[in-house]
């Protein structure tokens, strides 16, 4: 079984840029999240999809972040525009149900915004 | 502070020898996971501990969980060198019924030495 893959690993891009991380989760898991690490500082929940439809956005950072999911399956984390402190790691998880289940993780995307 | 602060920050050990590192969290959880990261890659699920449990094994490892003192132990017996990575505590913050959002300690940084 494949597991959560995130694309691309690494991007590099300037201040006032776009850029769109995308997660694929693993099949099957109506549950995907986004969390992302700064330097520095701890993993953070981003937001939590459960199919299609967002159930928790309480730690998008503020409106220049957009995560979609459409038809439940991949999503994508866009950034629009890119801010220097937007760098870090970009983390995607999935789990097959909602409460007390594992979260399995991506091998993240590094963002470095210069 | 932060939910989930791990002790030590850093630990450096022998081959062969255990590594105990600590988890503190300040709210009621539903659920409790560890996570390994080494260097550059994703996170990898360890043991997740549900808030009735008291103690959890597998393998090499032990987890256990005293919620009257919102504390977590992860021990590593007979370590590795391939056990040198970041570890990570991760407590279910629930909030609704139909996913949870886990919010993480700085961690632990283990070094074995061979």
């Known amino acids: 079984e494949a597991g959560v893959t995130q694309f691309p690993s690494h991007s590099v891009i300037e201040k006032g840029q776009t850029v769109t991380l995308r997660c694929d989760p693993i099949s099957g898991h109506d549950n995907l999240y986004w969390y992302r690490r700064v330097m520095g500082k701890e993993i953070k929940f981003l937001l939590h999809?459960?199919?299609?439809?967002?159930?928790?956005e309480s730690g998008m950072p503020n409106n220049r972040f957009l995560a979609e999911r459409t038809g439940g399956t991949y999503s994508t984390l866009k950034v629009q525009p890119a801010e220097l402190e937007d760098s870090g790691v970009y983390f995607c998880?999935?789990?097959?149900?909602?409460?007390?289940?594992?979260?399995?993780f991506g091998p993240g995307t590094r963002l470095t915004v210069t | 502070s932060q939910q989930g602060e791990e002790d030590p920050q850093a630990l450096s050990i022998q081959e062969g020898e255990n590594a105990t590192m600590n988890c503190s969290y300040k709210t009621s959880i539903n659920n409790l996971q560890w996570y390994r990261q080494n260097s550059g890659r994703g996170l990898v699920h360890l043991i997740l501990?549900?808030?009735?449990?008291r103690e959890k094994h597998s393998g090499r490892l032990r987890v256990t969980l005293d919620t009257s003192k919102k504390s977590s132990s992860l021990l590593i017996t007979a370590s590795r060198a391939a056990d040198t990575a970041s570890y990570f505590c991760?407590?279910?913050?629930?909030?609704?019924?139909?996913?949870?959002?886990?919010?993480f300690g700085g961690g632990t940084r283990v070094l074995v030495k061979p």
């Open positions: 999809f459960v199919k299609e439809s967002k159930q928790d």
């Open positions: 501990i549900r808030s009735n449990e």
């Open positions: 991760a407590t279910d913050a629930r909030i609704k019924a139909a996913g949870n959002k886990l919010t």
């Open positions: 998880a999935s789990s097959p149900g909602g409460g007390g289940y594992e979260q399995y």
